[in-house]
Structures are given as C-alpha cells and as structure tokens.
C-alpha cells in the first residue's frame, strides 16, 4: 500500500518527537516508511526544521498546503483551536488526504496520532492511503528513479555481435512515445538500421567526422584521439534519430519553432535512454557526422536533418561515471555554476574543447 | 538478489518447456521472477519462438551473445556435445554470467537446471548472480520505471498557494545534473523565481504570447482559447531553464553547434521532469514566450537565450493522458508513422496547429 503522511507540531517541536510520532503511527497501521508517497504539512510550517529534517531524512518530499486549501478538506476530526491557531480546522488530517490526492476522507488509516515530547511540544501525524488511481510513487519507488537517472551513462563500449530481442526493441519504442514534445508535434523519427553495408557506410561517415574533429581540436588533438567516442559497429542496435520536416505545429512555438521542436527530440531520445538502462542496456548518443552526408545516406528529405545516432545494446560493464570525466577529458560543473535565483549572475563561461 | 538467466534449448522446444525449467530453478534457488535483471542465449537461437515468447510474457530483457563471447567464459560445467553444435562449450552458464556482467563463475547459483519436455525436447537454465557493483535493474525495478515514464505528465494545473521543502529541489537539482550533454557541455542554467514580482512580470509576458498564438490560431482560436495552458501563477516553484552562452565544446557538435546544445537542454529537462514525477510533483513545460521579453526580464547576457518556465509543484492529480488529447486538440502519432527502417519512407507530414 501507498501512503502520504500529514504532520501538525507546536512550533519548534524538535525532530526526534516528530519521529518518534510517525514511527509510531507507521508501525500500528502495520505499514513501512518505503511506502511513503509524500509527506504534507500547512504553509506556516515550511520553516520548521523539526519536520523539513524528519522528510529529508527519510527522503519524503514535503509539501506545505495554504490553509485556504486544508480548510476545504472535509475531515472527521476538525478543531476549534487548530482553526484559531492555523486559519483551517484541520492541518495533519487535511494535508494528508490532500497528499495523498484522496477522494474523501474515508482513505485515512490512522485519523490522529499525537505524541507529547519531554519538552512538551506536541506533534500529531494523520496517515492516509495514496489514491490507487492516480499512480503515485513511494519512497521505495522513488529510490529506483534516482538510482536510474544516477546510473545512465553516455556508452561508447559494447559487446560486439549481441542481439537483443523484439520485445525489448518494443519497449524502448513504448518510451519513445512516451516521451513529451512541445504542442505533441512528436517531431523525432527513428530510422532502425539493419542493413549491415547502410551501418558501415554511417561507421565510415562519423570515422570522417572524427578525423575532422580531432583536426579541429588543436592541442587536445592527440588528448581527442585517445578517446573512444562511439561504438557504431559494435553495438547489437543503430537506430539514427531524425528530425522531421516541419509539420507546422504552432502550440508553445510560435516564438521558437526550432528550439522546441530540438529540445522535444532531446527530451525524446532521454526517455529512451532511461528505459534503455531499465533493460540493463547500454545507449550511446552519436552525433559525430556531417549531416549532410547522413542525410544522404539515409535517403531524408528536404527539411528532415539527422539528430544522433544511437548505439544500444548489452555492455560488459556500465561506467561508473561519465566516460569524459573517467577518462580526464572534462569535469562537470557544480551546483554553484548552474543554479541561480531570478537574474542571471553567472560567471562568463570558460572556452573548452 | 538480481539475479540473470541463462538459456539454452533444442530447436523448437515449446514456451512451456523453457518456462517449466525456469521456474523450477528459480524456485530451488529460492528466488523469485521480479528479481531477474535479464535472459540470454546464444545468437543462433535469436529467433527461436519459446525463448523469445518466455522472455515477452515475463518482461524481461533477452539478449543473445555470439559464440565467440560464450566460448571466452570459464564455467563449471563445459560441454564438448555443445561445442559441436553451437562453437562454444557453454550456453547457458556463459550465457547467464555474462547478462549478470559476473567477474567470474562464482556467481552462479544454478549452474545447469535441465528439463526433458513431453516431445522429448531439452530446456537448460542457468542462474547467475548479478554484479552487485554494476548496479543492474530487475524485472520489478524495471517496471517502476516503465511506470514513471508512463505517468509523466505536462501539467498545467497545480494546487495554488503551495510550497515545496528544499530537500525536494535539491534532488530535483541533482537530476538535472545527473542529465547527459554533448561534450558534457552542461548548456542549461536554472534560475528559481523567488521574486513575486518578477513571477507576475512573467506570467504577463506569457499570457501576452498567449493572445499572439491564439490570434495565430486561425480557424483554432477558439478551440486554443479553450485550453488551459500554464500554471506559472499557481506552481509552488517556478524555474527559468536558459541556454547558456556558447562555451566552445567542439566534442560531438562540430557540425551540429546549436541543435546539439538545444538537444541536451532537452534531455536536461526530461531528467528533472521524471524526478519531480518520482516526487509526486507536477511540473509544465511553458514556452509561451517571447524569447527577448524573457531576456529582458531576467537580465540575461548576449547569447543566452531563455528556453522554458518550468511550473513545478503539487497537483491535485496527475492527468490520465496527454492534456492536448483529453482535451480534445491533438492525438498522438502511430508507432507506424515514427520508426522505420534503413531509409526514409515516412509520408509528408500534414500541416497542424
């Protein structure tokens, strides 16, 4: 079972009470922590460190609700003091429904739970069931995700000669068309390669574009060659991803017709790479080639423009970071260099290779 | 335990046969289906019907070595009957250890499991643990993934008056992070509006485009003045995701400069909308925009362009399908009219809204 967790303190009720209270609320609904979709408090309450430390360190998201929206929740306990104090009747049992995107109040498990610190400060816990329609994910769940986005890796190393069955090929296709696209114009094709002298002649043009880049890179030329930067003859799979001529789509790209419909491509070709690494597959964007020479070769229309392509298939070990960063061509940035509030006030970039 | 499956058969050995084996084996090794991170066999059975439809029915990733990279597997039991058959002396171990990516053959648990079926046709199953430093998926892991995917969704209607714990936002910061980029070229900077100032000066400029896309719209207009199509008042968080000035990466974009900086904005966001999906949060990708009004605004250098407000928060539930379909204004394409084969053979794409 899925659950949400809504939480209502006294003010500066430290952490172990509030713990000590879910734990206990958790244990006699016979539930785990894992099964936790969120956690949920009252906006007033969003600079509490009791209760912002209790869901960071169980990895619960938080969300605070204004009281304008717990006060709409029916609940079965509502109070006269919570009211006064808060602006809304119900602050634990509210969130929690809420939380758990519930449909009335018959999906609490646990209404109230109150726990008196030795400090006196109270803490009270509501447990709702996560609404079973609406597909939320529990902590267990959530762990999986992040352990997936954390374990995709760019890979150029794979066993050669592999193959990899139909259904697999189908699900990654499933995530494809999965995948979102600004005003759903969907404007990536994919174009399976099997003819094994189409994939030689495509190793042959990205082999050029190589040569050209590793021209291009002056002192880092010799630095550039060492690398391996694509395994198009190797991999079981080479599926060449295409943008395709413009189908006029005007919803959310008015303004930027071009950048949408690229960034729909690489929003696309993610999703592919996740559920790729789902497989226990390898995927590796190319994108080393003179597009025109791509394009020629794949027979594209006028307007169509070859994006990548992708290597897919089994590998005998995932990296264990970046193939850049292991191999010392290139270090990713820090939070402090990507993340700012409001205006920009980031350094001027450093020129690399 | 994740565990891998090896898979050797006699030609046209029926599903039932296989899937008897199997089970038998991951029962006398105490284990169970949700816990198989792949099947593998051996090339030449790549298009044998009972493995591949045993691999189908229970999700799991099949894929097929050649015998030159079984034959290179040590393994307890070596066969000289099955060396003459297939050019190397094991299938089903060699096979199982290497879709478990084992470092050698202590990993196996089942080392051959044999079942005679009814039509006198062998089934061999081997079972091998996965490498636990290599961070494989299994089948139940697999389909929290597949789930996600599935459930992600462009959200335009978010809980107002909400707010998210910074515990949240620093793992969304980390999936964003996590995202791959050409070159590791990282383009994208995030900047979080915590100014409501600023926020309104936003939604204004979004709604002005708004009304651009709708006079647009031609015959449509009305039907798009129907939609609803941003939260940017309402979401608990607001990110301005920006392309930052060119650094210079050459790695993988000689050719392709700008579509492969706005390809890995792309992907970016595609790993950060999954993560908020994992945290139960809404978020909206907003491109309703006039590019330089946004600039302005957020006082962006020359060549930094703003690409998407993202409206990220709770929601009251999650749309079943794409909100452009439920409503009524775009279907998605056929899987026929998005992948093909070799050459391009898709037809003219029809003019849409």
Chains 1, 2 share one sequence.
Not at 72 to 82: I, L, M, W
Not at 134 to 153: H, P, V
Not at 162 to 186: F, H, K, N
Not at 189 to 208: F, K, M, Q, S
Request: charged share 20%; aromatic share 6%.
């Amino acid at each position: 079972m899925r659950i949400a967790i809504g939480l209502g303190c006294d003010r500066g009720t430290p952490l172990a009470t509030l713990a000590q209270a879910v734990d206990e609320a958790i244990a006699q609904a016979g539930l785990a922590d894992a099964e936790v979709v969120a956690a949920a408090s009252i906006t007033l309450k969003a600079d509490e460190p009791g209760l912002c430390g209790l869901a960071r360190s169980r990895g619960w998201p938080l969300r605070f609700y204004p009281a304008e929206l717990l006060m709409e929740v029916a609940v079965p306990n509502p109070s006269e003091t919570v009211r006064r104090y808060t602006g809304t009747p119900s602050v634990s049992e509210a969130a929690a429904l809420l939380a758990a995107q519930a449909e009335d109040a018959t999906a609490l498990i646990v209404e109230k739970h109150r726990v008196k610190g030795a400090d006196g400060r109270n803490a009270t816990v509501s447990i709702a069931r996560a609404n079973p329609h609406n597909c939320l994910f529990s902590a267990a769940e959530r762990q999986t995700a992040q352990r997936l986005l954390a374990a995709r890796r760019d890979m150029r190393h794979f066993q050669p000669g592999c193959r990899v069955d139909e259904a697999s090929l189908e699900r990654l296709q499933t995530a494809l068309m999965q995948a979102p696209s600004v005003g759903l114009m969907q404007p990536w094709r994919v174009l399976r390669i099997t003819d094994p002298a189409l994939r030689e002649r495509l190793a042959g043009i990205v082999n050029r574009e190589r040569e050209e880049t590793a021209r291009a890179m002056g002192e880092r030329e010799a630095a550039f060659r060492a690398l391996k930067v694509e395994g198009v003859r190797e991999a079981a799979e080479l599926w060449a991803v295409v943008l395709a001529p413009d189908d006029g789509t005007l919803f959310g790209r008015r303004t930027m017709p071009d950048e949408m419909a690229w960034c729909s491509v690489g929003a696309a070709v993610q999703n592919l790479w996740l559920a790729a690494r789902a497989e226990n597959l390898g995927l590796g964007w190319v994108s080393l080639f003179e597009p025109q020479a791509l394009a020629d070769a794949l027979g594209l229309p006028p307007g169509a423009m070859p994006l990548g392509l992708l290597c897919i298939g089994p590998v005998a070990a995932f990296y264990p970071g970046p193939m850049l960063t292991l191999a010392g061509w290139r270090s990713p940035r820090e939070a402090g260099a990507l993340f700012g509030e409001n205006r920009w006030a980031f350094a001027a970039p450093e020129h690399t290779g």
